[in-house]
């Protein structure tokens, strides 16, 4: 299955306001707000995060290659997918 950016950015945008476990299920974040170019969290901490479009988009290619849920495969080129991941769980489980 090809996960389309556009596609996972419109689910994405259902989640507004939903507290949603990191994919380490430590803690939790709130998804504050979606556009095309990037997703913002709020963090348990209660700090505000963003996550732009191009570490998204690499998020779901190495996904596609992968199908790995481990935060260490992606820190290479982003801090957030512990962010990304769980939305992208959801959005295969819809």
């Known amino acids: 299955m090809v996960i389309e950016y556009n596609d996972f950015i419109s689910f994405c945008g259902t989640l507004l306001g939903r507290q949603i476990p990191t994919i380490g299920k430590r803690s939790y974040f709130t998804v504050l707000s979606v ?28 996904y596609q290659e992968t199908h790995s849920f481990k935060v260490k495969d992606y820190s290479d080129f982003t801090w957030a997918s512990s962010y990304t991941l769980p939305l992208l769980k959801l959005y295969l489980e819809k």
């Not at 913002?40 to 191009?54: A, D, F, K, M």
Request: charge should be positive; hydrophobic fraction near 20%; avoid cysteine.
């Open 35 to 62: 556009n095309a170019d990037r997703i913002g969290y709020q963090t348990s901490t209660g700090r505000p995060r963003y996550t732009e479009r191009v570490r998204i988009q690499k998020v779901l290619d190495r």
